[in-house]
């Protein structure tokens, strides 16, 4: 049994063979409409969402499964209190694969941890977003052709963005790849993922806060929301929430085959003008999105080889504290911490959970 709980989980053979299988099942979608009979999805969303829940469902529904769960968590146990482990342990009783999205960050490899049956992250508060990853590359791989040889310029969130940490980690395994990440100094991409994706790759990128002189330049232009509910300090947000509004104007100067892609909800750092413009993907992301998600559910239901999931070897348990406030160890009952030795030279250690340095 597989889970995904990040895209790495993934090899590069098994990405391109759900690209392939979600490509098929756009153009042959009645031989896969009862491959999921008698089978049963829980979507246990602890955070609000749309899309992603919607696609979750909609996928099973078009698989010919049925779902089960909850999209609030004031109607599960979680609001008397029940852990994300014992859930996981009661879900696996009635369902053959679930897809959690939490505000905490790690949640969903707690649950992988627990449960007998596979779990597939749908987002874990400003940490990964695999699946959003794997929607985004077969959008790209549609548009474009190709995974190789592209110039992708980041914008907007890139310190919360989970989707932008989860596709530069996708993307450090294909050739020729090029970043540009445009954000304001106070929304920079983390440390860790600079030292853990772009420099141990070794991947070329570089760092900038100006959105239109880099236009030009890009292949793809990925644009992210400001997310509110990330910030603990409201008033930051209201001073940077309109820092880049892409608009029809500066669309004039971006390349005839960029493609534009967003993970939505978008508020307004995409004037709807820019909706009609060829180059705009975003709502063709939104249709991908459901076509990977049941090549996902075929591949993990189809994967009878019951592997149960532990963590690393190199895991040292309950030697420091993570102090990440969304980290799941801040509230899930007797959690052991468990932190990984990134960099021995420094000494640098990083939470098994959230990825932060403790």
């Known amino acids: 049994m597989r ?6 989980d993934l090899t590069k053979k098994e990405i391109y063979d759900l690209l392939d299988t979600a490509l098929d099942i756009i153009k042959k979608p009645k031989k896969y409409s009862n491959k999921c009979k008698g089978k049963k999805l829980a979507t246990l969303f602890y955070e609000p969402s749309t899309r992603t829940r919607l696609s979750f469902e909609s996928a099973m529904l078009e698989l010919g499964g049925s ?12 609001s008397k209190g029940e852990s994300v482990a014992d859930t996981s342990k009661v879900i696996s009783c009635y369902a053959d694969i679930i897809a959690m999205r939490s505000y905490q960050e790690g949640a969903p490899l707690v649950a992988s941890l627990n449960a007998s049956i596979p779990v597939i992250n749908a987002g874990d508060g400003g940490h990964c977003h695999p ?33 932008v940490h989860s596709l530069i980690g996708a993307l450090s395994r294909y050739e020729n790849i090029n970043i ?17 994706v772009l420099d141990k ?3 070329r990128y570089k760092e900038t806060a100006d959105l239109e002189k880099s236009l030009d330049k890009l292949d793809v232009l990925y644009m ?8 603990t ?28 892609l967003h993970p939505l909800p978008r508020v307004n750092e995409i004037s709807v003008k820019v909706d009609s413009d060829r180059r705009a993907c975003y709502f063709k992301q939104v249709a991908n999105g459901k076509f990977v998600r049941m090549a996902l559910i075929l591949k993990l239901l189809k994967d009878k080889n019951f ?19 969304r980290c799941i160890t801040q509230t899930e009952q007797e959690l052991d911490q468990a932190v990984k030795l990134v960099d021995k030279e420094k000494e640098i250690y990083r939470c098994v959970y959230c990825d932060k340095q403790v």
């Not at 779902?67 to 979680?78: Q, R, T």
């Not at 445009?182 to 993922?193: F, G, Q, R, T």
């Not at 940077?240 to 493609?259: G, H, P, R």
């Open 201 to 203: 790759c070794n991947m």
């Open 3 to 8: 889970n995904v709980i990040d895209v790495v």
């Open 67 to 78: 779902v089960i769960g909850f999209s609030d968590p004031d109607s599960s146990s979680a």
């Open 307 to 325: 592997i149960e999931r532990r963590l690393g070897d190199d895991v040292i348990f309950n030697k420091h504290v993570c102090k990440n406030p």
């Open 131 to 163: 699946t959003q990853t794997l929607t985004d590359l077969l959008t790209i791989y549609r548009e474009k052709g190709t995974l190789d040889n592209l110039t992708i310029g980041f914008c907007g969130d890139l310190k919360y963005g989970r989707t």
């Open 224 to 231: 992210t929301r400001i997310q509110q509910e990330r910030f």
């Open 233 to 260: 300090d409201k008033s930051e947000y209201e001073r940077l929430k309109d820092v880049y509004v892409l608009t029809a104007e500066k669309m004039q100067s971006a390349k005839s085959d960029m493609i534009v």
């Open 180 to 196: 540009v990440l445009i954000s304001p100094e106070e929304l920079k991409l983390p440390d860790y993922v600079k030292q853990d």
